[in-house]
């Protein structure tokens, strides 16, 4: 299996000559091998109300060939989006790979008949109304007493195309579908590409060795699983911290929230009682010891003479009378 690597120009002139309307190339990712047909299995049941279905899909390890990546259920990241599948497209001579992406509408998948509603134009598993998605139990495994958005349409089972499950657009054998024009008019919508928690299940599933084609030599033992594998294998997935949630997160109004929503940190600042300043002890002051002075002076204080008393019988006194 010998990897060829083209260029962006290349690829796009390719698929203007052959009158194609190709997006979301991955460039890189092309090989002269054709992926195996995609198994039929049985769709687990929705395990949470508002979730959408992933298909499962073949994807390619330079090394060791396509594996299997199983089909999930996982949230969209926007209310009123929805997923269109990747696929491989006979470009060049080479199948190269065109991702998946969610946008307001199902745009050209290759005409892959991937089931479960993906028929191989649009998808007829349900649908948005009113911010809530409905889904068709004619199609959409559920179960009723968790999901109660509800509808049966069984006129779409009978409209379904069946391709033999082959798995590549164009090529010996491929399939011969061009896009219509409402899904190349989905094509060139705003769109948004598979979320961190999509793809870590992909990585999740690269890790499985039965799910390589040189092990199960087409037939994968793990072909669905209710939740994405990183959901469950990955450490910190029940907090959320997967990064699988923009910033313009959907309201599921009514509705169990997706267990992958990343839940904030919220970490309250810690506050300290300010330190009460040092009172410094006032110095204490001690009365200067009184010196006294030894042998001090004494004042001489002049008492003046007494004065001499009058002679008796004297003149220029009292006389008194007897």
Known sequence: MKKTILSLTLLLAVGLLAGRVDAQINVG???????????????PPCPVDG???VPGYWAWDEELGYYWVPGYWTAPPEVGYLW?????????GVYAWHGGYWG????????VNY??????????????????????????????????????????????????????????????TQPSREEAVAMNERH????????QHQQSAHQDRNAFVNVNHGHPSTTAVARPMSFNNHPTANTGHIGDVPHNRPQYHGQAQPENRVQPQ?????????????VHQQPQYHAQPQFQPQNRPQPQVNHPAPRPAPPHGGGGGEHHHG
């Open 29 to 43: 990712i092309s090989v002269r091998v054709a992926p195996p047909a995609i198994p039929v299995y049985t769709q």
């Open 51 to 53: 979730y959408l279905w």
């Open 84 to 92: 269109t599948p990747g696929y491989w497209g006979w470009v060049g």
């Open 104 to 111: 307001p509408h199902v745009g050209f998948y290759g005409g």
């Open 115 to 176: 089931g479960c509603g993906y028929s191989g134009a649009g998808y007829v598993g349900g649908g948005w109304y009113g911010g809530h998605f409905r889904y068709n139990t004619a199609v959409t495994n559920v179960n009723t007493t968790i999901v109660h958005n509800t509808y049966i349409n069984r006129t779409v089972v009978n409209n379904v195309t069946v391709n033999n499950r082959v798995s590549y657009n164009g090529g010996p054998g491929g399939v011969r």
């Open 192 to 199: 948004i590409a598979a979320t961190n928690m999509q793809s």
């Open 266 to 278: 919220m970490h309250q600042p810690q506050y300290h009682a300010p330190a009460q300043p040092q």
